[in-house]
T-cell receptor, first 111, second 111 residues
């Protein structure tokens, strides 16, 4: 079945760049997403990318997609303490509305 | 304010006692969904609904029921809760596959 994998933890220093990685197995995935979950809160959509794109940039966020390797990454430039959270990648196939989420990566930003 | 609300936010119950977690959205979204979040497993989709009277199973539907009689409401029903349904539950809604808006979560403990 479909599976989405992420490393569990990442620690970076304030001001550095963070790179959170994700691999997925479903080659029919059309949408790939990054969500952020702050402590005690629900998930918030950060950005998404269509499978026919290689890269998407939105202010401090850069998403890279390697469709051949089924690898998705989220780069956060100039990481701030407010970026400390759990980050989830997720995939969905067009028209199905069936979402598969990864296990989440806990990002800790050290001052 | 556009939002997804869930009630209750916290619930402690005993095995076998039927319970309902309500979810309501005020954004006129057609799509609604329920997820559970467990440590090390990320989010897993339980059920989703594309419109009134249209529901479909996600990855982990066993032990749960849903109904969609009105567009704004999507309650999650546990007819006979068991301890393995202790979890953090999230409701979400959206208009298109690009976005999902999540509620604040319901933390359930089944003794």
């Amino acid at each position: 079945g479909e599976d989405v994998e992420q490393s569990l933890f990442l620690s970076v220093r304030e001001g550095d760049s963070s790179v959170i990685n994700c691999t997925y197995t479903d080659s029919s995935s059309t949408y790939l997403y990054w969500y952020k979950q702050e402590p005690g809160a629900g998930l918030q959509l950060l950005t998404y990318i269509f499978s026919n794109m290689d890269m998407k940039q939105d202010q401090r966020l850069t998403v890279l997609l390697n469709k051949k390797d089924k690898h998705l990454s989220l780069r956060i430039a100039d990481t701030q303490t407010g970026d400390s959270a759990i980050y989830f990648c997720a995939e969905a196939t067009s028209g199905t509305y069936k979402y598969i989420f990864g296990t989440g990566t806990r990002l800790k930003v050290l001052a | 304010e556009a939002q997804v609300t869930q009630n209750p936010r916290y619930l402690i119950t005993v095995t076998g006692k039927k319970l309902t977690v309500t979810c309501s959205q005020n954004m006129n979204h057609e799509y609604m969904s329920w997820y559970r979040q467990d440590p090390g497993l990320g989010l897993r989709q339980i059920y989703y609904s594309m419109n009134v009277e249209v529901t479909d199973k996600g990855d982990v539907p066993e032990g749960y029921k849903v109904s969609r009689k009105e567009k704004r409401n999507f309650p999650l029903i546990l007819e006979s809760p068991s301890p393995n349904q202790t979890s953090l539950y999230f409701c979400a809604s959206g208009t298109a596959q690009e976005t999902q808006y999540f509620g604040p979560g319901t933390r359930l403990l089944v003794l």
